[in-house]
């Protein structure tokens, strides 16, 4: 989900597309995504646009694909520990570091943007199930969540619906970081993404004290500053978002 500053001209033309619309919203936001910036950024003709997606909602559809393709690898880059709180929290925080370093990206795969011409038009593209590397991505939080049922360190819950409740609070919270509402804080992984984050281990059974230990020790491992040089509220300024 990182910044695409220039399109390699190897791929095929779907993928430059693809990868041409992933760096105009890092560097611009959706304002940019139209068939004629997209293909000229890949080097390529309007009308490929149109050829190969019949145009831009299902070019959108194909971006979303390709950044839920990207969070599926990251997580598949987190290691298993033998504390699985630890784990879960660190895929959290890997959506948290995924979604800053592309704002408008992350916007765009969960259907957050408001942008007539940006926003598949189909309702149901939006729904969990609906996509393949959605659903690849989201079978790694589902393991991780059966997991941590089976160790014994929470109450007897199904993993799906565990799976639920913490992709409903991590991404509740990455939304409203991202729209700068945590501003106040001087480090709001540690006082906000964290806390919520015991709470809800604490609300399956697990224990306070190791709740806490498990976040803490999540945080040391895979930090809670944001990638360098590239702040959400700086990235929606420079687009106009």
Not at 160 to 181: C, F, N, P
Not at 196 to 224: C, I, K, P, W
């Amino acid at each position: 989900m990182g910044e695409t500053s220039s399109v390699p001209v190897q791929g095929s033309v779907p993928e430059r597309l693809v990868l041409a619309t992933v760096g105009l919203l890092a560097e611009q936001g959706p304002s940019a995504i139209k068939a004629r910036t997209v293909a000229s950024s890949a080097g390529l003709s309007t009308m490929v646009v149109y050829h190969h997606f019949g145009g831009i909602p299902e070019l959108v559809r194909a971006v979303a694909d390709y950044g839920f393709t990207e969070l599926g690898t990251a997580f598949s880059g987190v290691p298993e520990t033998e504390d699985p709180v630890v784990d879960l929290f660190a895929l959290a925080l890997t959506c948290r570091r995924l979604a800053r370093e592309n704002p408008h990206l992350y916007d765009l795969m969960f259907g957050l943007s408001t942008r007539a011409t940006y926003r598949p038009l189909e309702s149901d593209v939006r729904l969990s199930g609906h996509s393949l590397a959605f659903r690849e991505a989201y079978a790694r939080v589902i393991h991780a969540c059966a997991r941590l049922v089976a160790s014994g360190r929470v109450e007897p819950h199904t993993p799906e619906v565990v799976a639920a409740q913490l992709w409903s609070y991590v991404h509740g919270y990455i939304t409203l970081e991202l729209g700068e509402h945590f501003a106040e804080f001087d480090d709001a992984v540690l006082q906000v993404m964290l806390p919520m984050g015991v709470n809800f281990a604490v609300g399956l059974g697990d224990t306070r004290e190791l709740a806490q230990a498990s976040h803490e020790r999540a945080v040391s491992l895979y930090g809670s500053a944001q990638p360098a040089g590239n702040s959400a509220g700086e990235s929606a300024v420079a687009s106009g978002a």
